[in-house]
């Protein structure tokens, strides 16, 4: 009887002990989820000359070249040629992904939620930013294969990715496939 009587004991702390840890873990997680280390932060300011929502633009019909002006279409092309629509909202903070960019000392900036909406200026809080020329730019978009021209820009250094948020932020914002789909050949 006495045996029984602490073996119930042990149970009820045990489940105690789990259900502390349980939720020290989530609330940890979702702490990680929207606090990016400080030494990756930084703030740029929030520099919005404009807003644009767009209709998507194939690459494929885009006819660019160094003369044209750069536009949010254009960009909403470049960020489709990289699969950039398969991200989404981080499910805890429901926070859209964020990338801002920088096309010879033009900003914009995309917000993305399955749809891609890029904006004129910066945003304050990216998760990635993605910097090149205007010529790295018309040449990635006038490739017969912008993916590969993109991946090759980037691998050589024209294009640069610089990332802000926590690796768990990217993760829940669908930012890990996103990731592998650049560095991998096809």
């Given at each position: 009887m006495k045996r029984g009587g602490v073996?119930?004991?042990?149970?009820?702390?045990?489940?105690?002990?789990?259900?502390?840890?349980?939720?020290?873990?989530?609330?940890?997680?979702v702490y990680a989820s929207v606090t990016a280390p400080e030494k990756l932060r930084f703030s740029i300011g929030n520099e919005i000359s404009g807003n644009a929502v767009l209709e998507p633009l194939s690459s494929?019909?885009?006819?660019?070249?160094?003369?044209?002006?750069?536009?949010?279409?254009?960009?909403?092309?470049?960020?489709?040629?990289?699969?950039?629509?398969?991200?989404h909202k981080n499910l805890?903070?429901?926070?859209?992904?964020?990338?801002n960019i920088e096309i010879s000392e033009e900003k914009f900036y995309?917000?993305?939620?399955?749809?891609?909406?890029?904006?004129?200026?910066?945003?304050?809080?990216?998760d990635i930013a993605i910097k090149t020329t205007?010529?790295?730019?018309?040449?990635?978009?006038?490739s017969s294969n912008s993916m590969?021209?993109?991946?090759?820009?980037l691998s050589a250094g024209r294009i640069s990715l610089d990332i802000f948020a926590s690796k768990v932020n990217l993760f829940l914002k669908g930012y890990l496939s996103f990731y592998n789909s650049l560095k991998t050949k096809a």
């Open positions: 073996l119930r004991k042990n149970n009820k702390e045990l489940f105690l002990t789990l259900g502390i840890l349980i939720i020290f873990a989530a609330g940890f997680f494929k019909n885009l006819k660019i070249n160094e003369n044209t002006e750069i536009t949010p279409k254009i960009l909403v092309s470049l960020l489709e040629s990289i699969n950039a629509e398969k991200l805890f903070t429901r926070k859209n992904a964020i990338i995309a917000e993305i939620d399955g749809e891609i909406n890029v904006l004129e200026g910066v945003h304050n809080e990216p205007k010529q790295e730019l018309v040449a990635v978009l006038s590969n021209a993109f991946k090759d820009s």
